[in-house]
């Protein structure tokens, strides 16, 4: 069932658990995430951006009908601006991030609360950022400091605008780094999780060691973006598939290792972050 974020990361932080939010893009990405909830009882939450998000969310709609008993959020990621989030309202998404983390604070502050309101009109939730997670392909690690999360900023912001999640900078990069494994700052997340009380968000998941985030989960986020990891399984999936069959022309038998090794990475992930047997 396509439920608010909201619901699902009220009742992670009541349990102390993390949930995984996976990067999804087309149907066989749909279709794997499905089989993993289901497979793992646990709660999911899907990551769709991009030109191609009506067609994401009408793929996410139908199974979401079929897996009645999976409550499921939909949230457009790292929406750029008050459009985005109509058109990710139009299509049926139960959740919108807007992310005006390289903009002004008040700038910031303006479009969220802009956008929050859109959301709690239509009953679905809203997601913001605050500090700014860059790429771990460019950001030396010295430098991502410099973009950390305030807590009396972050204190500030969740009360002005309303928002129901807040993703928080305090350590990780999108993508894979370049200068090695993130350290988490984990003295700073005590800090904002005595700040805010709402739910907290860790951007930029993968290539970030298991047990930083089991550390950050027990101390309180709640939800964990996961993109780069399980497409990078995915395509090793796939590249070995054409490499093993070189004659075959049925795409399917391609797809089928793509999306057993996504699987198998999305499983370690919600095992890690605990949300497996939670429904
Ligand atoms: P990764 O690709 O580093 O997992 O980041 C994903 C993300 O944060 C999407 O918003």
Redesign the pocket.
């Known amino acids: 069932m396509l439920v608010p974020m909201k619901e699902i990361l009220v009742e992670a932080k009541k349990g102390k658990y993390g949930v995984g939010?996976f990067?999804v893009y087309n149907l066989e990405t749909i279709d794997v995430m499905f089989s993993v909830f289901d497979e793992t009882n646990s709660p999911g939450i899907l990551?769709a951006g991009g030109p191609d998000i009506a067609h994401v969310a009408a793929i996410v709609k139908s199974y979401t009908e079929k897996y009645r008993h999976i409550p499921v959020a939909l949230i457009l990621?790292?929406g750029r601006d008050y459009e985005s989030a109509v058109r990710a309202v139009r299509a049926g998404f139960s959740a919108v991030?807007f992310d005006g983390s390289a903009l002004p604070y008040e700038e910031n502050v303006r479009i969220t609360k802009e956008v929050t309101r859109l959301a709690h009109t239509v009953g679905i939730s809203a997601e913001a950022e605050l500090g700014h997670?860059g790429q771990?392909a460019t950001d030396a690690k010295e430098d991502r400091k410099k973009f950390f999360t305030r807590p009396e900023e972050a204190a500030r912001f969740v009360e002005e605008t309303g928002v129901d999640a807040l993703a928080v900078a305090i350590g990780?990069?999108?993508?894979?780094y370049k200068t090695g494994s993130p350290e988490l700052d984990l003295e700073l997340l005590q800090k904002l999780v005595d700040a805010v009380d709402i739910p907290l968000v860790l951007?930029?998941?993968?290539?970030?060691p298991l047990e930083q985030i089991q550390a950050a989960v027990k101390i309180g986020i709640q939800k964990i973006?996961?993109?780069?990891?399980v497409?990078m399984a995915y395509l090793k999936g796939l590249k070995e598939a054409i490499a093993e069959n070189p004659d075959a022309i049925d795409p399917r038998v391609f797809l089928k290792k793509a999306k057993a090794y996504m699987k198998a990475e999305a499983i370690k992930k919600i095992d890690a972050f605990g949300s497996r047997d939670r429904i």
């Not at 990780?172 to 894979?176: K, Q």
């Not at 951007?203 to 970030?208: A, E, I, L, R």
């Open positions: 939010a990067n990551l990621d790292h991030m997670v771990g990780t990069a999108h993508g894979l951007h930029g998941g993968s290539d970030t973006n996961i993109g780069t990891d497409r």
